[in-house]
């Protein structure tokens, strides 16, 4: 109205028509706004994640990792699988400094290092020893940093067992089945199984020329997992087996409660696949 000299119904309807906007014509399409490609050098893990899985795996050696190797040591987690996944003990960061975007260090923590197919670091996660004091039990690097590979390939210098691919609810456990023998993949964090993840399972499983078998968690999340990568994986042509867990018991917990655990779970996954076995998946109380 001040810059055209006009009333304030002529202002308006001069600037419709520069927004093209005619009565009793619909509006023009909205351009797409177009988004930058995301640059390659984003997909692959930043050199300061690997600095910081070096780091921590030196510290464990020392005295300020001796609480975080006692803590391992307890859940049954042995010094050759600790040297062979690089697995190591951040002090928190009163007393490492680290750079912007790795885990936070709100207290003392067992990082666990995540690898691909061929054994390539990926990733890192550090789990809190006391998760009541930090607020949360893991801590994860960036986006930014490192994208997030929803599986890890636990690392092993086992004699490899006669058996199917164990899929497990985090690293903990993939690794307490790795350390024996078994070849065992971590699902990491708490989303659910999708398309993509049953897909790169059923390919490292066919690489391997093995079947699948869910060894998930006694509660309502890990009963969900297995439901839900079930009829995923049944697309790639593939019944997975669903190990039942003694007492409620999550893998971990069973290989400290049973002696005798690994022959146990090996007498599972050697049993014919029946109807019984498979439709385990559907009401497991795992």
Not at 31 to 44: D, G, Q
């Amino acid at each position: 109205m001040a810059v055209t000299n006009r009333d304030r119904s002529d202002a308006v309807d001069w600037l419709a028509q520069k927004a093209g906007m005619v009565p009793d014509r619909p509006l023009p399409p909205i351009t797409p706004k177009l988004m930058p490609a995301r640059p390659e050098a984003a997909l692959v893990m930043d050199p300061l994640v690997e600095r910081y899985v070096h780091a921590c795996a030196r510290i464990i050696d020392k005295t300020g990792g001796r609480e975080v190797r006692t803590w391992l040591h307890d859940r049954g987690i042995s010094d050759d699988t600790i040297r062979a996944n690089l697995i190591g003990a951040d002090p928190g960061r009163s007393t490492m400094r680290r750079g912007r975007g790795l885990p936070y260090g709100t207290a003392v923590a067992a990082t666990f290092p995540v690898f691909d197919p061929a054994g390539n670091l990926t990733y890192v996660q550090a789990r809190y020893l006391d998760p009541g004091a930090a607020g949360r039990k893991y801590d994860n690097p960036s986006a930014a940093l490192a994208p997030h590979p929803r599986l890890g390939y636990a690392v092993s210098s086992a004699q490899p067992r006669e058996a199917p691919l164990l899929v497990c609810e985090g690293m903990p456990d993939a690794l307490i089945a790795a350390q024996v023998g078994f070849q065992a993949v971590g699902l990491l964090g708490a989303h659910t199984p999708d398309e993509a993840v049953a897909a790169r399972l059923a390919n490292y499983a066919a690489n391997l020329g093995v079947g699948i078998a869910l060894v998930c968690d006694p509660d309502p999340a890990g009963r969900r997992v297995a439901e839900t990568l079930r009829p995923l994986l049944a697309e790639h042509d593939i019944t997975p087996i669903a190990v039942e867990m003694p007492d409620g018991l999550d893998l971990n917990a069973w290989a400290i409660s049973d002696p005798d655990w690994a022959r146990n779970l090996s007498a599972q996954l050697t049993e014919p696949i029946t109807t019984t076995v498979v439709d385990r998946c559907a009401d497991i109380e795992m």
